[in-house]
């Protein structure tokens, strides 16, 4: 049979082991969750940047698309009715 010191001695073996086995895990976790961070930054710079980017400038590209396509469509009414208003000036007066 175990002594008293020796049942405290094993449960003071146990005690480190579980420990040191806590402390290994942590430091593991530690070492995967800086690889997640580093992963999870890798795909944002790679993959969801560049997707952003490129969205904001085909937002930006139809903007000024839109703005030119509306210069455009002003700027041949209003040639439209200048060449109205010099064919009214034209017209002989009765």
């Known amino acids: ?3 008293k010191d020796d049942l ?4 003071n073996l146990v ?6 086995s806590e402390n290994r895990l942590v430091k593991k976790m530690e070492l995967s969750q800086n690889e997640v961070i580093k992963e999870v930054g890798n795909f944002i710079h790679d993959t969801v ?5 490129e969205k904001a ?3 930006d590209i139809e903007r000024i698309e839109r703005k030119l396509d ?3 469509a002003e700027t041949s009414r209003n ?3 200048i060449q109205e208003i010099k064919m009214f000036v034209r017209m002989p007066q009765i």
């Open 1 to 3: 049979m175990l002594s």
């Open 8 to 11: 405290l001695a094993i449960r």
């Open 15 to 20: 005690k480190d082991e579980v420990r040191s």
């Open 49 to 53: 940047l560049p997707q952003l980017e």
């Open 57 to 59: 400038d085909k937002s």
């Open 70 to 72: 509306t210069y455009a």
């Open 79 to 81: 040639a439209t009715d």
